[in-house]
Structure formats: C-alpha cells, structure tokens
C-alpha cells in the first residue's frame, strides 16, 4: 500500500469550478477505503477562508522559487481518514474566483513550490505525488530537477489531465517565477508557442500520465482532439493511459438526497414522478407526468454542445417535450437561452447560474439528460443522471462513450441513447428516436430507467486501478 498525495487546484467538499473538484473530493476517499494513505493539498481560497473557519494552523514557511519570495501558513484538517492541506498566502489566493488572473502563472507556481516545501513540515510521508491539470503541471519538473534533498529524488508522479483545453501557458517572462535555467525552455520540455506551459511540463515529466476515460486517453493523441499537445502526449507510449471517474455515490444517492421533493431507488421509483411534479412546478412548468422532461446542467460552453443546442432549439420544442437548462458561461449562450421562457411558455425555463440543489432536482425530475458534447474528457453529469435513472443522450466522444451503452431495442440492453457525429441532425435524429421509446415503448423505457439505475457509478473500480496504477510505480 501506497501513501499518494493529491495535489490539486480544487477539490471538494471545500471548493468547486467544474468536475476536477468533483474527483479530488472522492477519488482519495475511495483509496483509503482500499487501505491506501492519501492526502490532499489546494490554495487556501478566500472562499476556504470565510466558508471553514476550523481549519487548524500547523505552522509558517518562506517559498522562494526565481523572484517570488513570499510566507505561507499551512492549514490542516481531516475527514475521515483523509488529510487535508492548505497553502494560505492571501496575496495570491484572498480574491473572489480561483483562475482567470493576470498573474495566475505566478500564483501556481508559488503553489507548486508550496506544496513541494510543505513536506519536510508534515506527518504525511508520500510515495507517489499526484499532480492534476495545469495548475499543478510544474510539480514533477520542479521535484526532479530543482530539489537537491535526496527524499524528493525517491517520490513518483502521476500527472493527470481532466481537460486538456486548458493548458496553463503563459508568457516566457513567466520563467523568471521559476527556479529552472533557460536550458529547460531551450530544449523544449517547457516552451510551447514563444511561452511556458504548464501542462507540457506536467506530461513530459510526470512518470505516468493519466486521463479520465480510455477513449478520451485515444482521441487526445489525435490532432483532432490533442490541442496540439498530441506528439508531446504520443512519447509517452504506455505510460499514458485512461481511467474513467466514478461519482460520490453517498452524495449522489436518490433514496436519501435531501434536496429531493421524495426519496426513490431502483427497487420503487414510484416517487421519481412525485419529482418531476415538484419540479415542474418549483419552475413554472406545466404540471404533467406523460410530458418527456429533458434537462441540462452544465457550464455553457462550446465544448458541452451549445451550438447544437441553440441550432436546434425550435426542433427539439417542436416535439412533444419540456426543458429545463441550468448553468452559466458564456454571455452569447446565455443570452440566447433567457429568450426560451417567453419564447416556450410553461415548457422550457433557463436557469442561469450555479445551483447545487436545483442540479440534483433536476437529476431526479427529468426523464431525459442531453448531453451532446463536442468533447468530454469523462463527464460526471451522465453517470449522475444513470444513478436517478434520468436517461443519458449523449455524443460518442470521451468518457460519454465509455459510460453509456447506447439502447438496443431489439434485446432490450442499453443505458441511453447516443450518436456519433458532432451534428445537430444526428442529436435530432436520436432525440426522435427516444421520445418515440418514451411515449411508445413504456415498457423498454422503464426497462432502460431499471438497467440506469443499476449501473455502477461508484469510485470502485476506478480506485482499483489507480491503486494497480501506483503498485507498478
Ligand atoms: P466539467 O468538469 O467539464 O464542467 P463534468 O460533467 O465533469 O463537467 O462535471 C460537471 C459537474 O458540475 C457536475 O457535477 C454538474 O452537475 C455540475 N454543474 C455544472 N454546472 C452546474 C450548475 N450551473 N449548477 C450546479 N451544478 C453544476
């Protein structure tokens, strides 16, 4: 058994922007429970600061790495048998929001640096530091080449990429942050364009690269889904593989989430309807158990499959259907989407923002999950929507592929319902196709609700193999 120190961006249940916080608060969770150690450390948000005030300070130490030199305060805590770490260095991370700073290359690297010169002053003793998406890219090219002190020689890293679009480049002036010579630009292992990249130097100097599904771990080395990272992803050969997420299935579990009108499971779903009613009404819809619901909770980006949603918005309300959107991003898409309220009265509604409750609402209350993006690395929202027995319609790209088997009418198996191409006429031909089983085919829909409901979700199997994964180390 393996001691594996996760260091991350986000995590929950401190904080959250997108899916990565998702897997940090429960990927370790789960390889404890195999007999693991595993450890966590994030920047100690100004959101951390005001949301946890019982955060316990261990001690204080100075990070220089090129012309930073700055103090920080460690924080720690525990649940269960997890430990958590936090960097407080309020100069970088007392602000409302976690990226999109002018000074972000910074900010991270003093992170990586933190993170690595935390470990003399902690009980927890790594064997394998994991390192996740670009913020913590720099760590293995930092522990390797800048770090004397032979302990940092003996640690393994495993870099994983939860979305290769963001890739943490930045200006080459950049460099002056860091404690590595020009040589390390000059011979390209950190130089992308005429800048750093974080997540280049993640990937070539990480031991074993992973990502979050098989076939996202294919399409990336493709120039098509490699962001122009797919030679530098390629050398890696076998070292680079894919390992689809599970979810918090405590967390995400109809029979006792609270945010539920009612509690159902796979053995009495009789009260999914009471919760679509509830639904249907808390958002002004018409109030109809025989009306298909779909829904959507998602950033609204182009990478979800916004354009083919707005494309084919007037098809998709042509049908006999409602809709509920929640999420927020992009201003054009989320301007476009507050016109469908006046547009569909009383059968589609647009909630535009960040709602935890009203997401797990409508996981619970829809019949339908659209979820047709033009990439996903593994997505979470499709294996949540299967344990609510909420019925995936996803695009065959990524984890979306991997987790959804698509609905045979012929034998009955099936999760969901897909297609392949990134076009708006195979999702209308698809969506036709579902609302044809769902209003005529009530028996093969509760049979896919049934077989849903049953998938397993859970972290399990993704912590075995991370575990195998750190065995071979
Ligand atoms: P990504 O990390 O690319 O955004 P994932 O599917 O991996 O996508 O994870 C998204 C997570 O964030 C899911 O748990 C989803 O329910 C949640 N989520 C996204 N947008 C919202 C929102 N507006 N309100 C509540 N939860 C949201």
């Not at 399409?219 to 894919?242: C, F, H, P, Q, W």
Request: include cysteine; proline fraction near 3%.
């Amino acid at each position: 058994m393996k001691n594996i120190l996760f260091v991350s961006g986000e995590g929950l249940p401190f904080i959250k922007s997108g899916g990565l916080a998702d897997v940090i608060g429960s990927l370790p969770a789960a390889l404890t429970k195999r007999g693991e150690g595993a450890a966590v450390v994030l920047p100690m948000y100004k959101r951390i600061i005001e949301k946890f005030p019982e955060l316990k300070e261990e001690c204080t130490f100075r990070v220089h790495s090129g012309v930073i030199d700055k103090q920080c305060v460690l924080y720690s805590t525990k649940i269960d048998e997890v430990i958590y770490y936090f960097i407080r260095q309020d100069d970088y991370f007392y602000r409302d929001g976690l990226y999109g700073y002018a000074d972000d290359g910074e900010r991270f690297i003093f992170f990586c640096h933190a993170a690595l010169d935390m470990l003399p002053h902690i009980k927890f003793k790594p064997d394998v530091i994991h390192t996740n998406d670009w913020h913590t890219g720099m760590i293995p090219i930092m522990c390797k080449q800048e770090y004397t002190d032979p302990e940092y020689k003996k640690y393994k890293h495993v870099y994983t990429i939860h979305n290769l679009l963001f890739q943490g480049n930045f200006p080459k002036e950049t460099m002056r942050c860091l404690n590595l010579s020009d040589h390390y630009w000059n011979n390209g292992d950190i130089k992308f364009d005429n800048g750093i990249s974080f997540m280049k130097a993640g990937i070539i100097y990480a031991d074993k690269v992973t990502t979050v599904s098989q076939t996202y771990a294919r399409e990336i080395l493709t120039s098509e889904y490699g962001e122009r990272m797919e030679k530098v992803l390629a050398n890696k050969g076998d070292n680079l593989l894919g390992i689809v997420n599970g979810i918090d299935i405590d967390n995400w579990n109809p029979s006792t989430d609270k945010a539920l009108y009612k509690n159902y499971s796979i053995n009495d779903i009789r009260n999914k309807k009471a919760c679509k009613r509830s639904l249907q009404y808390q958002l002004g819809l018409r109030v109809a158990d025989d009306v298909m619901l779909i829904g959507i909770v998602t950033r609204l980006t182009w990478q979800k499959g916004m354009h083919l949603i707005l494309d084919k918005l007037t098809n998709i309300m042509n049908q006999d259907v409602q809709l509920v959107i929640l999420g927020s991003g992009d201003n054009y898409i989320e301007n476009e989407l507050k016109k469908i309220e006046s547009t569909y009265p009383h059968r589609a509604v647009f909630y535009c923002g960040y709602n935890e409750e009203l997401s797990h609402r409508i996981y619970a209350g829809c019949d339908l999950f659209l979820m047709p993006s033009l990439f996903e690395p593994c997505g979470i929202s499709q294996l949540i929507s299967m344990r609510y027995g909420t019925i995936p319609l996803v695009r065959e790209t990524g984890g979306l592929k991997d987790t959804v088997q698509p609905f045979n009418e012929y034998d009955g198996t099936g999760t969901g319902f897909s297609f392949r191409y990134f076009r708006g006429d195979e999702m209308m031909h698809v969506l036709a196709y579902a609302i044809k089983v769902y209003y005529y085919n009530k028996a093969g829909w509760r049979k896919l609700i049934r077989q849903a409901m049953s998938v397993d979700v859970s972290w399990d199997n993704s912590a075995r193999e991370y575990s195998q994964l750190y065995e071979s180390m």
